[in-house]
């Protein structure tokens, strides 16, 4: 199979990446790649539906990632695990001897380990430029659920209709389900059995990363958890901050003691991001260094600086990222040709943040329990589907009011330029369209 039938392929049945944000998959197929990686580092605490579904489709996964690495003519597929997922582990032993490119490469149980660039160093040693591409330095990633998404397009002719999500906390059955694209957060929780606190905030994504959603909010193809947490949680009450508080509290208690900087992933990897620096130009409105605030715009917005390294509990990420938008709808773009620092391995290795201790210092540990993984699609009467739900164009509706459509029809067309099909997740009668989204209710 050539590069280009494969980019077909993966476009039409609306392949992205399952997480993050979304980017389609078939942008990523380039002959440049001398390395892919399969990425199943669980970057978030209490995320396990990557290692499940792996384990249980270990042989699939692992033939898709060797064929999409002689598509590109890579030279090695290297599959990227934690060392603790040992039933994974073992899953992946039993087959990745049959597919000669292939390799497993056992990962720290660290915090982001599952941040590409992170990621990237640890299993090859280069380093992704600030503001630049994986692909620069040879190397694409891969996340598992993509790429079992892919097996099913190419060997079952499905495209992606329903979505892999865990959801743990405050559940009295923490599970990891399989539902149809567009059902809500609160259907997904009601599969969980009962919610064990009183006004429950629903956290979409992972603790570190994710956000506040509502009840009513679309399942998208990039849903991997939801967390039931207590309103005053830890997590909710950062998410709920005001930017002129934290600037405020920044300027009164920030001791500039550079532990948001020591720890930070990037910086470790010789990126120009120094919130300590910035904390301080921020606070005291002293912008005569602009550099401090551009190099914002080189934070992955991981949230190690603000969730574990700072000791006043201050908010350098949250921060950021509001002058990171600020720049952005200015129109500054992040500066180009930038030279990474040499890494520095002997001083890198003693300021990975340990998964356990991020855990326990969010909160979290008691939550850390199974959730078994049911891979049957859970049936929903009605889905509200959106249109965009990847970066880059929104997929154009090509259905109407009153259409009679299949579950896995295609019922929006890819956009113009960077786009993927959406299909339709489950049969029924199309009510609604719109410019956002496509309604479908299930016909008795």
């Given at each position: 199979?050539?590069i280009?039938e ?5 476009q ?7 997480g993050?944000?979304?980017f389609p998959?078939?942008?990523?197929l380039d002959e ?6 399969l ?5 978030e605490?209490?995320?396990k539906l ?7 489709h270990?042989?699939e996964i692992t033939?898709t ?5 002689d598509?590109v ?10 060392k603790?997922y040992k039933?994974?582990i073992?899953?992946l032993?039993?087959?990745v001897?049959e597919f000669?490119k ?28 600030p503001g ?7 190397v ?6 993509t790429?079992y998404?892919a097996y ?6 499905h495209?992606?209709?329903d ?6 906390a ?7 389900v399989?539902?149809p694209l ?5 259907d997904v929780v009601n599969l ?10 629903y956290?979409?994504?992972?603790p570190?990363?994710g ?6 909010q679309?399942?998208?193809?990039t849903?991997n958890?939801?967390?039931?947490l ?5 997590i ?5 901050r005001?930017a ?8 009164s208690i920030?001791c ?5 900087t ?10 120009p991001?120094?919130?300590?620096k910035?904390m301080?130009?921020a606070?005291?409105?002293?912008f005569q260094n602009?550099n ?7 934070c992955?917005s ?6 574990y ?9 949250s921060?950021?990222?509001?002058y990171?938008?600020?720049l ?6 992040p500066?180009q ?5 040499p890494v520095?391995d ?7 943040a340990?998964e356990?201790?991020l855990?326990?210092?969010?909160g979290?540990?008691?939550y ?7 891979d049957?699609v859970v049936?929903?009467s009605?889905?509200?589907?959106l249109?965009s739900?990847?970066?880059g ?7 109407a009011?009153?259409?009679?459509v299949?579950e ?11 786009s ?6 489950i049969?029924?009668?199309?009510v609604?369209?719109t410019?956002?989204y496509?309604k479908i209710?299930r016909?008795?």
């Amino acid at each position: 199979m050539e590069i280009k039938e494969l980019s077909k392929i993966l476009q039409e049945n609306g392949i992205v990446g399952a997480g993050g944000a979304g980017f389609p998959t078939y942008a990523k197929l380039d002959e440049r790649a001398e390395t892919i990686l399969l990425n199943c580092a669980e970057c978030e605490p209490l995320l396990k539906l990557h290692r499940q579904l792996l384990e249980q489709h270990a042989y699939e996964i692992t033939k898709t990632f060797s064929m999409i690495a002689d598509v590109v003519d890579a030279k090695e597929a290297i599959i990227c695990i934690k060392k603790e997922y040992k039933a994974t582990i073992a899953a992946l032993q039993q087959c990745v001897g049959e597919f000669p490119k292939v390799r497993i490469h056992l990962l720290d149980g660290v915090y982001p380990m599952g941040d590409e660039v992170v990621m990237i160093y640890e299993a090859t040693r280069k380093v992704v430029r600030p503001g630049g591409l994986p692909i620069e330095t040879g190397v694409a990633v891969f996340n598992v659920e993509t790429v079992y998404n892919a097996y099913r397009a190419l060997e079952l002719n499905h495209p992606v209709t329903d979505k892999v999500v865990s959801v743990v906390a405050e559940v009295s059955k923490p599970v990891t389900v399989r539902v149809p694209l567009g059902c809500t957060i609160q259907d997904v929780v009601n599969l969980a059995g009962v919610t064990t606190t009183k006004d429950p905030v629903y956290f979409v994504g992972g603790p570190m990363m994710g956000n506040i959603g509502l009840a009513d909010q679309p399942v998208t193809k990039t849903t991997n958890a939801i967390l039931v947490l207590p309103k005053d949680h830890l997590i909710i009450q950062k998410k709920q901050r005001k930017a002129s508080i934290d600037l405020n509290r920044a300027a009164s208690i920030c001791c500039q003691c550079q532990m948001c900087t020591d720890l930070c992933p990037r910086h470790a990897l010789g990126h120009p991001i120094e919130p300590h620096k910035f904390m301080r130009s921020a606070s005291n409105q002293d912008f005569q260094n602009t550099n401090v605030f551009i190099n914002t715009m080189f934070c992955s917005s991981c949230g190690l600086c603000e969730m574990y390294s700072c000791p006043q509990g201050l908010a350098p990420r949250s921060l950021m990222a509001d002058y990171k938008m600020g720049l952005r709808k200015a129109g500054v773009k992040p500066p180009q040709g930038v030279v990474p620092a040499p890494v520095r391995d002997e001083i890198r290795e003693f300021r990975k943040a340990p998964e356990e201790r991020l855990e326990a210092r969010l909160g979290l540990t008691k939550y850390n329990t199974d959730a078994p993984l049911n891979d049957t699609v859970v049936p929903m009467s009605t889905v509200k589907i959106l249109l965009s739900q990847h970066i880059g164009a929104p997929a154009a509706a090509i259905t109407a009011v009153g259409d009679v459509v299949e579950e896995g029809q295609m019922i929006a067309k890819p956009g113009n330029g960077l786009s993927v099909a959406i299909h339709a997740s489950i049969s029924g009668k199309v009510v609604e369209v719109t410019d956002r989204y496509i309604k479908i209710q299930r016909m008795n």
